[in-house]
């Protein structure tokens, strides 16, 4: 112990325990990350995980930012969010690709064999969007197609698929959110009612209950999608570390759909994510080559 017996003595260890706590504080801000979101079951999921990964492996300090698609994309691009693992393209998302891509740069795919559309319980006798034409099959709906955020990709699409196939005059597309969306479709199918939702794949809901797809001739919905990771414009510089590790994380359906089932039912999206990384170490070992834990 080292005791300082002058007023210059502590007025020495006063600027040193400064310089010190400057640093400590530069340090901190240089772990802290923030990774943009939306409430899609697939997104809480590959971001708690990414999160997890993040703060457990490089003693980063993750913020998570819940906010619509739209956000979302301007967020990176002005840099208020450090990345995502949340872009649907090629078709859910084009239009912000479109609008904010120069801005951000694209790491490419971290989850293959995506899809969305309009889905109802295979107990329904309707097979294609086509069929909700049918007086009979549009009354027992309420003309009704329940959705979920207003603004994301899904939403704008189900739209155009309402002026596409001639729905627009008899059909509402209901807005909500994706939980709201699978509580309505869980009540349904229990009950054995019709019902149409705005769906996509990979969903929890898919493991839970027997549903398909309509078709959908006009091919306005697209057809098999990619999740991208997004990363704000320097983010390889500033935080090399963590950018190697979004570059490099990589997952299929069936990983995201453990995580996803985990949360459903019951588990914190903080406890489903850390219990998916522990059981998976090599598939993270990937995510993490050349990097130093």
Request: hydrophobic fraction near 45%.
């Amino acid at each position: 112990m080292i005791v300082l017996k002058n007023k210059w003595g502590w007025m020495v260890a006063a600027v040193v325990l400064a310089v010190a706590l400057a640093g400590c504080s530069g340090k901190e801000e240089g772990k802290h990350i923030k990774l943009a979101y939306v409430a899609w079951d697939s997104e809480i999921a590959s971001t708690n995980v990414v999160k997890y990964v993040l703060e457990s492996k490089l003693n980063y300090k993750v913020e998570l930012l819940q906010v619509d698609a739209g956000p979302m994309w301007a967020g990176v691009a002005d840099g208020s969010a450090d990345a995502m693992v949340a872009a649907w393209l090629p078709t859910t998302h084009a239009s912000y690709l479109e609008k904010y891509g120069k801005q951000i740069e694209d790491l490419g795919s971290n989850l293959d064999g995506t899809k969305i559309g309009l889905v109802v319980p295979s107990y329904m006798e309707i097979n294609s969007i086509e069929d909700l034409k049918d007086e009979a099959v549009g009354s027992a709906l309420n003309h009704q197609v329940i959705g979920i955020e207003p603004g994301a990709g899904i939403m704008m699409s189900t739209e155009q698929a309402l002026d596409d196939y001639g729905l627009r005059d008899q059909w509402k597309l209901i807005e909500s959110s994706s939980a709201a969306m699978a509580t309505e479709l869980q009540k349904a199918y229990d009950a054995k009612k019709p019902i149409v939702v705005t769906g996509w794949t990979p969903h929890w809901m898919f493991a839970k209950m027997d549903l398909k797809y309509l078709d959908d001739p006009k091919g306005v919905y697209g057809g098999d999608e990619q999740i991208h990771t997004m990363a704000r414009k320097d983010l390889k510089s500033d935080m090399p570390d963590a950018y190697a590790v979004l570059d490099q994380f990589v997952w299929t359906p069936d990983d995201m759909a453990q995580v996803m089932v985990a949360i459903q039912e019951g588990k914190s999206p903080e406890d489903a994510a850390k219990e998916w990384v522990t059981g998976h170490e090599d598939k993270v070992k990937e995510w993490l080559a050349g990097v130093e834990a």
